[in-house]
């Protein structure tokens, strides 16, 4: 349980604090993977997309550390999500031609460890 525990912590903290920074300043953090927001509306979607949601899953999250039934599932979450984004992004990455796309390589690494890390500790719930 307590490596759910601190799995779920750190991932309510990157998350919510990723999903803040993303609200409240939507052109800088856009502009990190190289997105240039041209118009209003592509800056509401990406405070909507990029910071409510991950608010969002980090709330989720949050409640999952203080009810246990909610632990599992949100383990599970996890896993799926960073391993949908690691396969997405490596399509994106084999269709745009990646080689000399940091960003995308880094955000890659983050989300294989993410999930690998989610996997551990779902792993490690069901054997206790």
Known sequence: M???RVVLTIQVIILF???LAYFVNPQPMANVSGMLLMEAAAVTDVRA????LQIGLAAFLGLALTRLDLTRSALTLMVLLYSALAVARLGGL???GGAGQT???YALLA???AGGLSFYALRCLNRG
């Not at 997309?49 to 409510?52: D, E, H, M, Q, S």
Request: aromatic share 22%; no cysteine; proline share 0%.
């Open 17 to 19: 604090g990723l999903g």
């Open 103 to 105: 960003f995308n390589l």
């Open 2 to 4: 307590l490596v759910a």
């Open 94 to 96: 084999w269709l745009d």
């Open 49 to 52: 997309y990029y910071g409510g």
């Open 111 to 113: 989300e294989v460890v």
